[in-house]
């Protein structure tokens, strides 16, 4: 099976914009997680979406937000981007009932 | 919430010596433990997990154990070799019916000197 895909790999922006992240899970999969990893705070859990649903979130601010599609494809969205919001964004998915989680190559993030 | 601490935060070791890195969690009711590895400029990678129900278990050169009383998990590297070096990220979940996200470690840092 093709492993989970991102786009795009790399992305700036200027304060004050917004930006899409997009993840393709592994066929089968409906489960998706969404991470911020920065250098400082390690991995963060964003939010996890199952079915179309989202069953967890973390503790970041509304201006983070997604969803997911009825393919199990999610996106996540950032709205009037911070320099602090610069990272690594990577998403994993799951298959149902299970706990491995597998990672996408993540989205670089950098904001001006 | 959980809250997992990871030590030591950079290790070096000698090719063919060991590396144990250590974690400690918080929440008694987390159940599930994966460790991951990220090799610069690529994706975790899960390597091995231990669930609460075992405390240790091998694959090749790499162990986990885990003491589910003291609420700490460790990672064993034997016969390190320059491909293990990375950075090593231990995380803890509650898995009743994949509701608990993961909360990970800050990551250690494991540099394998030839």
Redesign the interface.
């Known amino acids: 099976k093709a492993g989970?895909t991102q786009t795009p790999r790399y992305l700036i922006k200027t304060r004050g914009q917004q930006v899409t992240l997009s993840c393709s899970p592994i066929s089968g999969h409906r489960?998706v997680?969404w991470?911020q990893q920065t250098p400082g705070?390690?991995?963060?859990?964003l939010f996890?979406y199952?079915s179309e649903t989202q069953?967890?979130k973390?503790n970041f601010p509304g201006r983070f937000s997604g969803r997911q599609f009825s393919n199990s494809r999610s996106e996540m969205n950032v709205s009037t981007l911070e320099l602090g919001d610069s990272a690594l964004y990577?998403c994993a998915s799951?298959e149902?009932?299970?706990?491995?989680?597998?990672?996408?190559?993540?989205t670089r993030l950098t904001v001006l | 919430g959980e809250n997992v601490e990871q030590h030591p935060s950079t290790l070096s070791v000698q090719e063919g010596d060991s590396a144990v890195i250590k974690c400690t969690y918080s929440d008694s009711a987390s159940n599930y433990f994966p460790w991951y590895k990220q090799e610069l400029g690529k994706r975790p990678q899960l390597i091995i997990d231990i669930r609460s129900n075992v405390g240790e278990k091998k694959d090749q050169r790499i162990a986990v154990t885990l003491n589910k009383t003291a609420k700490h998990f460790s990672l064993h590297i034997t016969e390190t070799q320059p491909e293990d070096s990375a950075v090593y990220f231990c995380a803890a979940s509650s898995w009743n019916s994949g509701n608990t996200p993961l909360v990970f470690g800050k990551g250690t840092r494991l540099s394998v000197i030839a």
């Not at chain 1, 705070?41 to 859990?45: H, P, S």
């Not at chain 1, 149902?96 to 190559?105: I, S, V």
């Open positions: 989970v489960s997680s991470y705070q390690g991995l963060q859990f996890e199952f069953r967890n973390g990577l799951r149902p009932h299970m706990e491995t989680q597998y990672f996408g190559p993540g």
